[in-house]
Structures are given as structure tokens and as C-alpha cells.
């Protein structure tokens, strides 16, 4: 695998390194031996998916408290999403600083996002499904999250929503998370 820095602090861009031939290809998407060689936390408590029907769908932005927070490691695994994180660390030099990528089926990148981070995707394409690793159990009473359209990160959405949970959509400003 290879590890690309992001510009916020602890958070990682991950691209398989393929091996080729007549068949097609193999690589890993997940080493521990890789992750703990750089002081990132390799656990996985449970993995989930996310099926979007339709492009334009907006996810997020969410996160878990303390002390559930959680390190998640996203890619998709059919059509594409704009991902973003927030840095939500208040002793972190990123604080308040977003950054977007794209991940698809296609490239195959991964984002792994630390704790204290929010996420959150914007579908590219109907019929997206998204793949999540997470280090930490569910825990309802520690979900919290931001508006997506928050003027404190400013976030360039690609796309019109055209699909949003009420529930995201009544996010609390990044002031009322706190």
C-alpha cells in the first residue's frame, strides 16, 4: 500500500499498490504491520456499507465522542463520492481546515480519517456504495455532527443535493457541536 500525507495533521490517503498480470491485478487495502509502522491505529470493531441510489446525495458530516470516537478507513466499492473530512481537534494546527477527495470504484483510494475528525460524501454517481472500516462500536448516545453546508469550512460541494436525511439536514452549526 502506499501512504500519501494529506494536508490535514494525521490523516492519510491510501492507494494499493497493484501487482499485474494476465489475470488482472491483487493488492491489499488493509495491513496492520503498515498502519502501526506509522502510529496509526490499525483496530476494526466493525465494518459497514452505505448504498446510495442516486448522484447528488449527501452524507454527513459526522462523528463520534468521546469516549466512543472512532478512526474510520473509507473507500468505495461502486461509482464515486466527493469525501471530505473536518478537523474538529481543538489542539490540532488543521483545526477547523477540510479536505476532499474523490474515491471510486475506478482509482480504488482510501481515506483514513483519525479521531476527532468529521466525515461526510457527496455521490458523483448513481448507485454508490461505500465501504467503512471503523475502530470503535456504534454508540448512538455519542452520534454528533455539522451541517454540511457550514460557512465555518466553507465546504465546495460538487453537485446539487438532490437526497438528504432530515436528519443531516438539521445538523447543528459547528458552534452548537461543541
Not at 499485474?20 to 502501526?36: K, P
Not at 509502522?37 to 483496530?43: H, S, T
Not at 480504488?108 to 448507485?127: N, S
Amino acid at each position: 500500500m502506499i501512504f500519501r500525507e494529506t494536508p490535514l495533521a494525521g490523516a492519510w490517503v491510501l492507494e494499493p499498490e497493484r501487482f499485474e498480470d494476465e489475470r488482472g491485478f491483487f493488492a491489499r487495502t488493509w495491513c496492520r504491520r503498515d498502519f502501526e509502522a506509522r502510529g496509526l491505529d490499525p483496530g476494526i470493531a466493525q465494518c459497514s456499507v452505505s448504498w446510495n441510489h442516486r448522484r447528488g446525495t449527501l452524507r454527513g458530516l459526522h462523528l463520534q465522542a468521546a469516549p466512543h470516537e472512532e478512526v474510520k478507513l473509507v473507500r468505495v466499492t461502486r461509482g464515486a463520492v466527493w469525501d471530505v473530512i473536518v478537523d474538529l481537534r481543538p489542539e490540532s494546527p488543521t483545526f477547523k481546515r477540510h479536505f476532499g477527495i474523490i474515491l471510486s470504484a475506478e482509482n480504488r483510494h482510501e481515506l483514513y480519517i483519525p479521531k476527532g475528525m468529521a466525515h461526510g460524501f457527496q455521490t458523483l454517481e448513481d448507485g454508490t456504495e461505500v465501504f467503512y472500516q471503523i475502530s470503535e462500536f456504534y454508540a448512538p448516545d455519542s452520534a454528533r455532527g455539522c451541517r454540511w453546508d457550514d460557512p465555518a469550512f466553507a465546504i465546495p460541494w460538487p453537485e446539487p443535493v438532490t437526497v438528504m436525511s432530515e436528519k443531516d439536514r438539521t445538523l447543528p452549526l459547528f458552534e452548537g457541536t461543541t
